[in-house]
């Protein structure tokens, strides 16, 4: 017999810190006890009791100035505050990884989130998480529990460390699925909680029988359990080594160890040499004495039949008895026992189990199922069989958690695991049964019997393809409609130019200018400084979506496929129709509109403006305009310059004062003698200077 321990059992860091904090406390003579079993252990409990450091259940059970040592599982808050209020010394040996469970716990409900713990409901763990997670929170153990969950558009999840990691996954989506909203996730279950059930798997596969060590009040003990009852049938759930015994591992070869966290290390020992010890010599030859056992194969003689079921003799001391179940079940009992004769010979195979009257139990159905098995063939490492199968009935486990369906393939009966039904996860199996489905062969034991197919691989390698397949026809069509767009595109650039006037219709309306389409297809932007000379003007105040406008296209930019396009530029400057009815030497009157640093503005239409120079505004040098000049005060100027282009025009006030002056002065010396001519001719020669 070989023995083999899981390579992830046994104490785990939080469960170790806290016995080593509990047993430190205990060597040190510390006074107090804990609150609560420290872990789900109950020879450990016992041993720290026997040390000093009793399990209390209460805070009330504890004197001032006593230590109160705080359980792996954790409390809440409110618990911290009763100690320090009671004067007691606190020694925390909550595991780290429930602490941050609780951390983040708290932070989702401040963050607005809704906290749901998944975990068991009665599990101190989630209690104490619940506490930290504040009044709104909930706690979820089973799908269904969903029900209670209220809507709303936040959700933290948090899962308790030692859940089963499976059963968290698939309550998460059915969660995600009948209460959408924003999750924040928090995947707070114990690396080593997850590493042990694989581990434990793992070992399943390769061993005929399963010891799991751990307090029967311990959840991740229970998980693992729940893990291995799922791949291997013979699963024992022991606290000691004291509860073995030979019956156990009858028959078995390969026997796998596994244990919880709360598990220490020398209950792990004392079952190995239990194991090791045991007289499986004697047992075997005491089982050889036994003419009948289940699972032996007989021939024999039907005798009788009646409402229980077909008498067969086989040369036992006892007769043997087939329920018309184990006869045929497909066929009812009334039609079997027209068909069944006496003296029909019959193969047949022992099962456990016996009547009232003491009859061996026999099945003619497993012994055909057994005689199946010699037909089927061995699967090479690595190598898979396609296969149809029909699917008999759906499988439970202990809990009466579906693991998976029975399915005929190759004559024999095999399993096809849940998760290898659908690519999804599946709610309802009943509408597989009598279904026939293609599936791939993945496992033969012809020594176990035992045949595992799957559908997953199939479904995957369907769902590729079809992916596939719609990839590459939406590439094909995205291929066709960016060639067709790139031609649409370069025909509406060939229908237009650069400087054309053209007509266009306005698209879309935005707040910084029109869409205009114009050309085949070709939209372009008339942004808001180029609608009107008139700047004040928007959008919505030229054309709504749909009108007709007349653009000129001002520029084409292919590569960052932009057309710039102009309303204004279809329209004469009303600026420049108004200016060109002034011309240089034109005197005329204007009021002054506002004050520059160097000189006036000055109005001389309703459209036109013009400026006068501070050094044209007076004949003496003035340090600022307003020293001459009164806003709205009208005045004559003469326009001395004019640049359209650039829009200035601009003008003189001193100058009109000069030729007033100078036409006076020639005015009257028209009327002098000469000698006066001669000397006012230079004065105004001094003057003009």
Not at 22 to 31: C, S, Y
């Amino acid at each position: 017999m070989e023995i083999k321990v899981a390579k992830y059992c046994g104490f785990c860091y939080g469960v170790k810190r806290a016995v080593e904090l509990a047993q430190k406390a205990a060597d040190e003579h510390v006074k107090g006890g804990t609150l609560g079993p420290l872990i789900h252990n109950p020879q450990l409990i016992d041993e720290l009791a026997h040390n000093g450091i009793a399990c209390k259940n209460s805070l009330d059970e504890f004197l001032p100035g006593e230590t109160v040592i705080f359980r792996s599982h954790g409390v809440g808050p409110e618990i911290y505050a009763e100690a320090k209020q009671k004067g007691l010394e606190i020694l925390d040996a909550t595991c780290p990884n429930v602490r941050l469970a609780q951390k983040k716990a708290a932070q989702a409900a401040a963050d607005g989130f809704l906290p749901i713990i998944v975990g068991e409901k009665n599990h101190p763990e989630v209690k104490s998480i619940l506490k930290w997670a504040g009044k709104s929170a909930i706690c979820i153990e089973y799908i269904k529990d969903i029900s209670c969950v209220p809507q709303r558009e936040r959700y933290g999840v948090i899962i308790q460390t030692t859940f089963e990691l499976q059963k968290f996954e698939d309550i998460l989506r059915e969660l995600k699925k009948q209460r959408p909203g924003e999750y924040r996730v928090e995947r707070t279950i114990c690396l080593a909680t997850a590493q042990r059930q694989k581990a434990a798997v793992e070992l399943a596969q390769e061993s005929d029988a399963v010891i799991v060590i751990g307090g029967r009040n311990s959840a991740n003990t229970r998980h693992l359990c729940e893990v291995v009852q799922a791949i291997c049938s013979k699963v024992y759930h022991i606290e000691t080594a004291s509860e073995l015994n030979a019956a156990m591992l009858r028959g078995c070869n390969k026997i796998g160890i596994t244990a919880g966290a709360s598990t220490p290390d020398r209950l792990i020992k004392e079952a190995i040499i239990a194991m090791e010890n045991m007289d499986f010599e004697s047992m075997l030859n005491e089982s050889m004495e036994v003419e009948v056992y289940p699972g032996k194969i007989v021939n024999g003689t039907v005798i009788q039949l009646d409402k229980d079921g077909v008498y067969v003799s086989f040369g036992y001391r006892h007769d043997g008895l087939i329920t018309y179940a184990e006869w045929n079940p497909a066929v009812a009992p009334e039609e079997l026992m027209e068909t069944i004769k006496i003296g029909d010979e019959v193969e047949a195979k022992v099962i456990p189990g016996s009547t009232k009257s003491d009859f061996v139990r026999l099945s003619k159905v497993k012994a055909e199922r057994d005689a199946a098995w010699k037909n089927v063939a061995e699967l090479a490492e690595g190598e898979k069989r396609a296969a149809t199968v029909k699917v008999l009935r759906i499988i439970k486990n202990k809990a009466k958690n579906i693991v998976g369906l029975a399915v005929a393939v190759e004559g024999v009966e095999g399993f096809m695991p849940a998760s290898h039904v659908e690519l999804r996860r599946v709610e309802d199996f009943a509408p597989y049964i009598g279904q026939e489905l293609q599936a791939e062969i993945i496992e033969v034991d012809l020594e176990k019997k035992r045949i595992v197919v799957s559908r997953r691989d199939l479904l995957k390698a369907e769902r590729e393809a079809k992916a596939k397949a719609w990839k590459e026809q939406k590439e094909a069509q995205a291929i066709a409609r960016k060639e067709a767009r790139a031609a649409a595109e370069e025909a509406a650039y060939a229908s237009v130019e650069e400087g054309q006037v053209v007509p266009g219709k306005v698209v879309k309306v935005a707040e910084f200018g029109l869409f205009v389409e114009v050309g085949a297809g070709l939209v372009g932007l008339v942004h808001n400084t180029e609608l009107s000379w008139d700047r004040s003007v928007k959008a919505a105040d030229v054309a709504n979506e749909g009108d007709e406008v007349t653009v000129l296209v001002k520029r084409i930019d292919r590569e960052n496929k932009r057309v710039a396009l102009s309303i204004k530029a279809t329209q004469e400057d009303p600026w420049m129709v108004e200016a060109g009815k002034f011309h240089i030497g034109d005197i005329l009157e204007v009021e002054v509109t506002r004050f520059l640093p160097f000189g006036a503005i000055v109005k001389l239409s309703e459209k036109v403006e013009g400026l006068v120079h501070i050094s044209e505004i007076a004949q003496e040098r003035i340090a600022k305009p307003d020293d001459a000049l009164e806003l709205g005060q009208v005045v004559k100027a003469e326009v001395i310059k004019m640049d359209l282009d650039s829009k200035k025009i601009g003008l003189s006030i001193s100058k009109v004062k000069r030729d007033a002056e100078k036409n006076e002065y020639r005015s009257y010396i028209g009327k002098k003698n000469s000698s006066l001519t001669q000397d006012l001719s230079e004065q105004l020669e001094n003057l003009e200077k």
